[in-house]
Nanobody
């Protein structure tokens, strides 16, 4: 069982930056593949970025590639999402998710989810 707690959301102007953190409970964080998803009002939840267990391969949605960076610190049981050059269309609730498989997937077939953190980008 893994519990995930996101933090770091807030209000930022377009062009600004935020760093989201997701702290995981438990001693086996390194054995989980991690993902970030987001859901804007009236829209379906969508994949943002993922990082695999093991070799730490990273994957991004086309809409954030080159602006967002996902990373993990297994010693701190934490995964991060550095978001730069933010746009109003990045406004959403951002969720952290974990799955036991070694593969990052872009669907929401993850075993554990956090409660989400709100990111609002003003124009």
């Amino acid at each position: 069982q893994v519990q995930l707690v996101e933090s770091g959301g807030g209000l930022v102007q377009a062009g600004g930056s935020l760093r989201l953190s997701c702290a995981a409970s438990g001693r086996t964080f390194s054995s989980y593949t991690m993902g970030w998803f987001r859901q804007a009002p009236g829209k379906e939840r969508e994949f943002v970025a993922g990082i695999s267990r093991g070799d730490g391969s990273t994957y991004y949605a086309d809409s954030v590639k080159g602006r967002f960076t996902i990373s993990r610190n297994n010693a701190k049981n934490t995964v991060y999402l550095q978001m730069n050059s933010l746009k109003p269309e990045d406004t959403a609730v951002y969720y952290c998710a974990a799955r036991t498989s070694m593969y990052v997937i872009r669907t929401d077939d993850y075993n554990y989810w956090g409660q989400g953190t709100q990111v609002t980008v003003s124009s």
